[in-house]
Structure formats: structure tokens, C-alpha cells
């Protein structure tokens, strides 16, 4: 049976991982984290001093770039790809709100956009792949057979993502998850290169009022049928 590829785009604190981690394991196809990879350069960057809450020293990151080695590993026992920098299981770390404060501004830099990108085209070349993020089917992946779009309000989104860093043991106010993520939808969406939008081809998810199950099984069942058109 051919396989196909899916593109899963969005904002963020929509579930996408969650989903496309789901549906990757039911279909037995690949899953790749693309936000994993931008949330490692971020961290990069702040253990190096180029990103924080004083000065930035962007140019500096960008010159280092190369000397930056990203991949996943597999973890048979929690059942998905776990984040390496530079050989260092950087998972955990990435997850935390720290690094989503900052994500979105290193994920503004033409050339750490170009560097991922590559790498996330090489990844999805045998197709068979499910892969998420904000630009895969509109510059990653154009071509995919199934492009989704998925969105929620920034209230459903900040609690949802409240309880998620409440559950890892992170001291946070709603009101700064809620602050985060309205500031990231502003700068995923206004940045000038590969900002989010929605691809002309995708389909639109709205999951405000789905839950979990809900959720997986509506995006099983569209996904089953665009592998039908092609087989």
C-alpha cells in the first residue's frame, strides 16, 4: 500500500504533537517533531547568552549554526522520538515555559529556518511520514497529500497548555501561559520569513471544544481516507 505524506500546521499549545504522535503510531507511519527542533537551537541559545531577557546577540547564534547537531533518538518505553543536541537528551529541558518565551523569536531567523527546513525535507523524502509544525505545508512539504490546519482560541489553548506545565511540576500563572501564547500566535504569524498561515489546500481543525479522543479519531478517520485516494 502506497504511503502517503501529512503535513500538520498550527498554533501553538493546539495539541499538534500530541495528535500527530498519535496518528503516526496508528498508521504506522514516521513522526517528526519539528517544534523539538527550534526549541533545541532556543536552548542553545540561552545556555550561550545570544537570547534572554537582556541583550540579544542573534549573529552570534547564527555563526555557530553549523556546529549545531540535531537528531531524534527512539525511547521504546515512552513511545516516541525523544530531542538530542549535540548528542545531549535535551527533551525535558525544551518543554519547559522558559524556552517557549523565546522559541518563536530564534524561529523568526532566516538562516535557523533554512537549516531546519533542509533537514525536515531530507526526513520526509520516502514519504510515509506524519510531521508538524508551523510551515510544513506551505514550505516543507507543499506537495503533501493531506495538509491540516489546526486552531483554537488562545483561552482554550493557554489552559490546556496551564495544566500540561502545572502536571510537570512548573510554578506558572495563567495569565503568563495566556500572555505566551498570544504573543507567539502574533509572532508566528507577522514574522517575515515562513510565517503561519493556512495552506489554500488544508483542512481546517478547529479542536476548542474536542477532546482528546474526539480529536484523534476525526483526524484518523480524514487521514484514512486521503490513503484511500491513493491506493
Not at 540579544?56 to 531524534?72: A, G, S, T, Y
Not at 476548542?208 to 480524514?222: A, P, T, V, Y
Amino acid at each position: 500500500m502506497s504511503k502517503i505524506t501529512i503535513a500538520i500546521d498550527g498554533f501553538s499549545s493546539t495539541g499538534k504533537s500530541t495528535l500527530a504522535k498519535q496518528l503516526a503510531k496508528e498508521l504506522g507511519y514516521v513522526y517528526v517533531d519539528t517544534g523539538a527542533m527550534y526549541r533545541a537551537i532556543t536552548l542553545f541559545a540561552m545556555r550561550n547568552n545570544f537570547i534572554g531577557d537582556g541583550e540579544e546577540r542573534l549573529e552570534d547564534l547564527v555563526k555557530l549554526l553549523p556546529k549545531i547537531k540535531l537528531h531524534f533518538v527512539p525511547n521504546s518505553e515512552l513511545g516516541f522520538s525523544e530531542m538530542y543536541l549535540n548528542n545531549e537528551n535535551v527533551e525535558k529541558e525544551i518543554r519547559t515555559m522558559r524556552v517557549s518565551k523565546f522559541v518563536s523569536r530564534i524561529a523568526e531567523i532566516e538562516q535557523v529556518r533554512f537549516k531546519l527546513v533542509e533537514m525536515q525535507k531530507g526526513m520526509g523524502k520516502e514519504k510515509g511520514i506524519v510531521m508538524d509544525g508551523r510551515d510544513i505545508g506551505t514550505v516543507v512539504f507543499p506537495d503533501a497529500e493531506l495538509k491540516v490546519f489546526m486552531t483554537a482560541s488562545p483561552q482554550a489553548r493557554a489552559t490546556r497548555r496551564y495544566k500540561e506545565l502545572l502536571d510537570r511540576g512548573e510554578e506558572v500563572l495563567y495569565k503568563d501561559v495566556l500572555e505566551n501564547v498570544e504573543k507567539r500566535d502574533f509572532i508566528d504569524s507577522h514574522r517575515e520569513f515562513s510565517p503561519l498561515r493556512k495552506a489554500d489546500d488544508a483542512i481546517e481543525f478547529d479542536n476548542s471544544d474536542m477532546g482528546l479522543k474526539e480529536q484523534f479519531e476525526r483526524l484518523l478517520s480524514i487521514a484514512e481516507r486521503y490513503i484511500e485516494k491513493v491506493n
